[in-house]
């Protein structure tokens, strides 16, 4: 599964800052953030592997990881949290489960929460993305202003930073590698956000090639327009599976 994300051949592996490509994991802050770095800290923190990588008896794989507050996290956002992230990679499947936990006895926490994939694809403007038809968006490349997304696929040929709202829990996106299509089904994650920087704006990030915005589509399940809300003692779950399919059909 991995052939099918796209890891810039400019990112950087220092450990400081956020691997351009992937999936990162958005929280507790979706864009940009008053306390701390853009998208929150979850895509930049040292992450605590509970379960190594496994062979189940089934043949799937599967990982375990969690995060929790320390004095890194604590010095930008001063809530007590858990997270665990699940991974689970079938022959053609990946599936992510994602807990939230508040552990205070006091303090209830607001969030949000994203996977910011990174799909690898040939050329973006032949790809096609299902399940936005009638959605409503905030367009981040025009101002924030709100609009209805009215196609029945949505296609790329400009530069595109929306956050589409209450969309469907299944995506099917055309033309990735090797003409292949990916489905993504998500389940607690009702936005989905589109994202390609295009040329001028890909020329801007340093850990991008300039060439590489074509080959590239960011289709992110999430939870952002509507906050999580986490009372003391509750969680919050969620989940996200990536299907290939082979042969043009799912």
């Not at 379960?51 to 930008?76: C, I, N, Q, Y």
């Not at 926490?109 to 994203?114: N, T």
């Not at 038809?133 to 101002?143: A, E, N, P, Q, Y």
Request: include cysteine; proline fraction near 6%.
């Amino acid at each position: 599964m991995l052939f099918f994300f796209l890891f810039s051949k400019q990112a950087i592996f220092d450990g400081k800052r956020p691997i351009r490509g992937g999936v990162p994991f958005v929280f507790p802050q979706f864009g940009d953030w008053a306390f701390g770095p853009m998208h929150g800290f979850a895509r930049i923190a040292r992450w605590h592997v509970e379960k190594m990588p496994e062979r189940l008896p089934s043949g799937d794989v599967e990982a375990v990881f969690s995060l929790m507050d320390d004095d890194f996290t604590r010095s930008m956002w001063h809530f007590q949290f858990r997270l665990t992230y699940r991974l689970i990679l079938r022959e053609k499947e990946l599936h992510f489960n994602i807990g939230v936990y508040n552990p205070s006895k006091e303090l209830t926490f607001s969030c949000q929460l994203l996977l910011h994939t990174y799909f690898k694809v040939p050329d973006v403007r032949r790809c096609q993305i299902t399940g936005l038809h009638g959605c409503m968006f905030i367009d981040k490349s025009r101002d924030g202003v709100m609009y209805q997304d009215t196609r029945e696929v949505v296609t790329i040929n400009e530069c595109t930073s929306r956050i589409y709202q209450n969309t469907m829990q299944e995506h099917i996106i055309t033309n990735v590698v090797s003409g292949r299509k990916m489905r993504i089904q998500k389940y607690n994650f009702p936005d989905t956000v589109i994202w390609n920087p295009w040329a001028d704006l890909a020329k801007e990030i340093p850990d991008l090639g300039d060439d590489e915005f074509p080959n590239m589509v960011c289709v992110e399940a999430g939870r952002i327009a509507a906050p999580i809300v986490l009372l003391p003692g509750t969680a919050f779950e969620a989940s996200q599976i990536l299907q290939v399919n082979e042969n043009g059909h799912l």
